[in-house]
């Protein structure tokens, strides 16, 4: 038996929350446990995040600009930023870059995109990104002129991501971005308003009408190079962790024990690789709080749970309870049967190992911790134990527990399945 899709109902979050949850999705600093929430709905708040981190790096550009000259000074501060948000956006940038300068069809540009390596034309996007905000600062004089600047810049920037959403649907069917929480019209413009409103109050009328311009300028190509070459948005495309996700909801992380017991057990300096969703992130963000050292992660979408169409987000009372038409069919061979809009656990099966194939080559010799899901785990199994779908599903997986599969010549050997060292 698979699990049920997601969670009932999610609640409805106040501001606060909203704003917690997509700091927690948006940055890797140390914040507390956000709970369960609804992350298109907390995308009205990813403006106020961007905020909060141009207002941080203004900061960090005054006292460096105090202290430096203004080349070292401006690298700095783009360091800063790129510490905050894990590099979640040059991720994707690189990816986005890697998979438009592929030769092939639209599903081969697809298809390299899914790599998590970056390639020539990913490390160039990187390079040219990181030389052009270096030298814009540079440009600008004036410790509190650049806080300004920079402010406005990571507060418009986040607020185009749901507008993004509105004007184009998600490139793959079978991929994170198909089963998107979408924030819906009212969401998207509630957070063009507050990027706008701290464009205002940071650059003035003329400044917000420049910067107004460049944005949509810039995310107008965006959109016009996705949806021609990709046929829409994914993760990588909206510049997020990914991060688009399916209904993605956070998970609780605040058992600061169970983690210190964890991060005991795990090895040191592996590395990390998550499947880009928000229980990922925060479930490493408490490792390292535990007192594990992490690298910056890894985003592998194919880590991703299953997907199941349009069945993702509510439970199977309701499924039942609603007499959908096709939830027999999927009870009488849930293995391989494929959910409406979704993939079959065999299906999953093989994107899974075609991820650990791909993982194990790239990271030859290093320890890989994976921060992933019961689905993707259970996946796994199949991969290393030969086990049919069917034989697959019997693996009721706990939360928190540590399993671990070796790579050895010619298959996989399981040392672990199920270990909680802090039971």
Same mark, same amino acid.
């Given at each position: 038996?698979?699990?049920?899709? $997601?969670?009932?109902?999610?609640?409805?979050?106040?501001?606060?929350?909203?704003?917690?949850?997509?700091?927690?999705?948006?940055?890797? %600093?140390?914040?507390?446990?956000?709970?369960?929430?609804?992350?298109?709905?907390?995308?009205?708040?990813?403006?106020?995040?961007?905020?909060?981190?141009?207002?941080?790096?203004?900061?960090?550009?005054?006292?460096? #600009?105090?202290?430096?000259?203004?080349?070292?000074?401006?690298?700095?501060?783009?360091?800063?930023?790129?510490?905050?948000?894990? =590099?979640?956006? @040059?991720?994707?940038?690189?990816?986005?870059?890697?998979?438009?300068?592929?030769?092939?069809?639209?599903?081969?540009?697809?298809?390299?995109?899914?790599?998590?390596?970056?390639?020539?034309?990913?490390?160039?996007?990187?390079?040219?990104?990181?030389?052009?905000?270096?030298?814009?600062?540079?440009?600008?004089?004036?410790?509190?002129?650049?806080?300004?600047?920079?402010?406005?810049?990571?507060?418009?920037?986040?607020?185009?991501?749901?507008?993004?959403?509105?004007?184009?649907?998600?490139?793959?069917?079978?991929? %994170?971005?198909?089963?998107?929480?979408?924030?819906?019209?009212?969401?998207?413009?509630?957070?063009?308003?507050?990027?706008?409103?701290?464009?205002?109050?940071?650059?003035?009328?003329?400044?917000?009408?420049?910067?107004?311009?460049?944005?949509?300028?810039?995310?107008?190509?965006?959109?016009?190079?996705?949806?021609?070459?990709?046929?829409?948005?994914?993760?990588?495309?909206?510049?997020?962790?990914?991060? !688009?996700?399916?209904?993605?909801?956070?998970?609780?992380?605040?058992?600061?024990?169970?983690?210190?017991?964890?991060?005991?057990?795990?090895?040191?300096?592996?590395?990390?690789?998550?499947?880009?969703?928000?229980?990922?992130?925060?479930?490493?963000?408490?490792? @390292?709080?535990?007192?594990?050292?992490?690298?910056?992660?890894?985003? @592998?979408?194919?880590?991703?749970?299953?997907?199941? #169409?349009?069945?993702?987000?509510?439970?199977?009372?309701?499924?039942?309870?609603?007499?959908?038409?096709?939830? !027999? =069919?999927?009870?009488?061979?849930?293995?391989?049967?494929?959910?409406?809009?979704g993939e079959s656990f065999a299906a999953m099966i093989e994107r899974i190992r075609g991820a650990m194939e791909q993982l194990t080559a790239a990271q030859a010799?290093?320890?890989?911790?994976?921060?992933?899901?019961?689905?993707?785990?259970?996946?796994?199994?199949?991969?290393?134990?030969?086990?049919?779908?069917?034989?697959?599903?019997?693996?009721?997986?706990?939360?928190? $527990? %540590?399993?671990?599969?070796?790579?050895?010549?010619?298959?996989?050997?399981?040392?672990?399945?199920? $270990?909680?060292?802090?039971?």
């Amino acid at each position: 038996m698979t699990e049920s899709p $997601s969670i009932d109902h999610l609640p409805r979050r106040s501001w606060w929350g909203d704003t917690h949850l997509a700091a927690v999705f948006l940055t890797r %600093l140390p914040l507390p446990d956000a709970g369960i929430g609804d992350l298109a709905q907390a995308m009205r708040a990813f403006p106020l995040v961007g905020l909060g981190l141009g207002l941080g790096a203004g900061l960090v550009a005054i006292v460096a #600009g105090s202290l430096l000259a203004p080349l070292p000074a401006a690298m700095l501060t783009v360091l800063a930023l790129v510490l905050a948000t894990g =590099a979640l956006h @040059e991720d994707g940038l690189a990816d986005l870059a890697d998979g438009l300068g592929a030769r092939g069809d639209r599903p081969k540009r697809l298809e390299v995109m899914r790599d998590s390596r970056s390639g020539t034309f990913g490390v160039l996007a990187l390079i040219f990104s990181v030389g052009l905000r270096v030298g814009a600062l540079t440009s600008i004089h004036g410790g509190w002129v650049q806080l300004g600047a920079l402010a406005a810049a990571a507060s418009l920037s986040r607020a185009l991501i749901p507008a993004a959403m509105q004007v184009m649907g998600p490139a793959r069917t079978d991929g %994170l971005g198909a089963g998107a929480g979408l924030p819906d019209a009212t969401i998207a413009a509630t957070a063009a308003g507050l990027g706008l409103l701290a464009c205002l109050v940071s650059l003035g009328i003329s400044g917000t009408l420049a910067a107004l311009v460049a944005a949509l300028a810039l995310g107008g190509g965006v959109v016009w190079i996705a949806r021609r070459a990709l046929g829409g948005y994914t993760g990588d495309v909206l510049g997020a962790v990914q991060q !688009a996700g399916r209904l993605d909801v956070a998970c609780d992380t605040s058992e600061t024990e169970v983690f210190q017991s964890l991060a005991g057990a795990l090895p040191v300096n592996p590395v990390l690789v998550e499947s880009g969703l928000i229980r990922c992130r925060q479930t490493a963000g408490a490792l @390292e709080k535990g007192g594990l050292l992490l690298p910056p992660p890894i985003i @592998e979408p194919d880590l991703a749970e299953q997907d199941f #169409g349009r069945w993702q987000g509510r439970s199977w009372m309701d499924l039942e309870a609603a007499k959908d038409p096709d939830l !027999a =069919a999927f009870w009488a061979a849930p293995a391989e049967t494929t959910p409406p809009g979704g993939e079959s656990f065999a299906a999953m099966i093989e994107r899974i190992r075609g991820a650990m194939e791909q993982l194990t080559a790239a990271q030859a010799g290093r320890d890989i911790l994976a921060v992933v899901h019961a689905g993707t785990i259970r996946a796994a199994l199949a991969v290393a134990l030969d086990l049919s779908p069917e034989q697959a599903l019997r693996f009721a997986v706990k939360p928190l $527990s %540590l399993t671990r599969l070796d790579a050895i010549a010619g298959g996989w050997r399981v040392e672990t399945v199920n $270990s909680q060292p802090y039971a």
